[in-house]
């Protein structure tokens, strides 16, 4: 189907290209009779015109489009918080281009890249280890950008984060509190800063608590995260390793072993309980409610959309993050 354009409205007019022009963008300084420009309105009106976005941006230096780059679409996490920054986004006017980096920092360079030629007026960036060079140009070139979920020490990147040291330690002093012969951390083996907020949170408690408890640590890399899990857990508990809690530092790493524990008929929380962080719907397959940790997706969506549109509107090159709180949800299946 064609588009409708200026020069379709012109010729039915019987008037020049710079006359419609200047009617539709309310341009002032030019004679044009109220009878004309009634007439203009009327055609483009019946025609179904709508305004060329493209050669728009191309006067106002805006194309109302923002760029987002997550870690992994595939992670149910990020799709429904990409949803979720879609919908603020259109509120405001913006529309969503989602690109995903697969924990890449090569490929997360890509993306920002690819976004910069598109011309999106802003970026909102789940940063990869490895990109703080990428972090800083954006600084250095005063682009609007926001971090959300993840951040990169010493980049003065505006963040919207949670309290995952804090909201970890008081997951595993809940675990504390049931007198488990043996607490286990099972995470990542990485650099990323809000990953390892997580494990001190866990440590945190550990070392302040005045019970004698044994601790282990299951830590995997990004790659074949499943089957190292399933080792692990299963190293573990091959050991018969009794009145033993898991906590599940990411839903990724809580799925794996969930489906290890329902494979091997290992029950919970009889035999082993569990706690993790995220949510995910792969939960409801589980025969036993998990307990789990809830990150406000909705309000994290709304601080960073506001805050990169403030950005766009005035760009101050400052340090700003935004804390926000999570919550432990209550399932049954910590004995």
Not at 18 to 32: D, F, P, R
Not at 117 to 135: F, H, N, T
Not at 277 to 292: G, K, Q, S
Request: hydrophobic share 40%; no cysteine.
């Amino acid at each position: 189907m064609k588009r409708t354009s200026i020069k379709d409205i012109a010729q039915i007019a019987q008037v020049s290209v710079a006359t419609v022009s200047y009617v539709l963008n309310n341009k002032e300084g030019q004679k044009i009779s109220e009878a004309t420009k009634e007439k203009i309105f009327k055609i483009a009106e019946s025609i179904n015109y709508k305004p060329n976005k493209i050669a728009k941006s191309l006067k106002t230096n805006k194309t109302k489009l923002l760029g987002l780059i997550v870690a992994d679409i595939s992670n149910e996490f990020y799709s429904t918080l990409a949803r979720k920054l879609e919908n603020k986004a259109l509120k405001k006017g913006y529309t969503l281009i989602i690109g995903s980096s697969d924990e890449n920092a090569e490929k997360f360079q890509m993306l920002i890249e690819l976004f910069s030629q598109q011309q999106v007026d802003g970026l909102i960036i789940a940063p990869v280890a490895g990109s703080e060079v990428a972090l800083n140009q954006l600084i250095k070139e005063e682009y609007p950008a926001v971090m959300i979920d993840r951040y990169i020490n010493n980049t003065k990147i505006p963040a919207v984060l949670i309290n995952n040291k804090e909201i970890s330690e008081e997951a595993t002093q809940r675990l504390l509190d049931k007198d488990f012969d043996t607490i286990v951390y099972i995470g990542y083996q990485t650099t990323m800063p809000h990953l390892l907020d997580r494990e001190k949170g866990f440590d945190s408690a550990i070392l302040n608590s005045e019970k004698s408890v044994k601790t282990e640590k299951i830590l995997v890399g990004i790659e074949n995260t499943s089957d190292e899990v399933k080792n692990g857990i299963k190293n573990l508990l091959d050991n018969k390793v009794s009145n033993t809690a898991l906590f599940f530092s990411s839903n990724k790493l809580a799925v794996a072993g969930l489906k290890y524990l329902l494979i091997n008929n290992i029950k919970v929380p009889e035999e082993v309980s569990v706690i993790a962080f995220d949510e995910t719907e792969a939960y409801n397959l589980f025969p036993t409610e998990i307990t789990y940790i809830k990150q406000p997706l909705e309000e994290m969506a709304d601080e960073t959309i506001t805050i990169l549109d403030h950005l766009i509107t005035d760009y101050k090159s400052l340090e700003k993050t935004k804390i926000l709180s999570t919550q432990i949800i209550e399932g049954k299946s910590i004995k």
